[in-house]
């Protein structure tokens, strides 16, 4: 029986909770289960670690560390940025914008300056996490190349992706 390792397709159910409160942040719950390449950095590094070796029907539930899921909180990610840098917008404490650079979410609103932070929402979290396996399968040549997982759950390619994707290599 297959276990989760490099290069295989795990499909997945699971809950993700705040460890100090319980509060869910995310769930597959009402929804098609998570698939995903293992071994490719599409995933948290805590996540595809403490599912290394499950196989399909395992439930498994782990806590991570800030620095195994997204990251402590870099204090230089917090900015005070020129109000007028943000034109028509009319920022208001809690709103999540779009920059170039990523999501931000506005801290502070004063006369002269917005405060922001770049940080990821889970930044600084102790995260836990509730994990049904629901597939276990080797991933296809294709899926390898591209570096993520194809079908239910994964990434369906546009005709015109597939296009810009193809590299000669008969994978197309």
Same mark, same amino acid.
């Given at each position: ?16 909770? +705040? ?17 995903? +390449? ?135």
């Amino acid at each position: 029986m297959l276990t989760i390792a490099k290069d295989i397709v795990a499909r997945v159910h699971y809950t993700g909770t +705040l460890h100090e409160t319980g509060e869910i942040f995310d769930s597959t719950q009402g929804r098609d289960p998570l698939s995903f +390449l293992v071994g490719h950095k599409k995933m948290i590094p805590g996540f595809e670690r403490e599912l290394s070796g499950a196989k399909e029907g395992d439930n498994v539930v782990f806590t991570l560390s800030p620095e195994d899921a997204y990251g402590p909180i870099i204090e230089d990610a917090i900015q005070q940025v020129p109000k007028d840098m943000f034109g028509q917008i009319n920022a208001e404490v809690g709103m999540i914008l779009m920059s170039d650079i990523g999501p931000f979410k506005v801290l502070e609103v004063s006369d002269n300056t917005i405060k922001v932070d770049f940080n990821h929402a889970l930044a600084g979290k102790t995260l836990t996490f509730d994990v049904i396996v629901v597939e276990v399968r080797e991933a296809t040549p294709e899926e390898i190349l591209h570096g993520h997982a194809h079908g239910p759950g994964g990434v369906v390619h546009t005709e015109e992706e597939k296009d810009s994707e193809c590299k000669g290599d008969g994978c197309c």
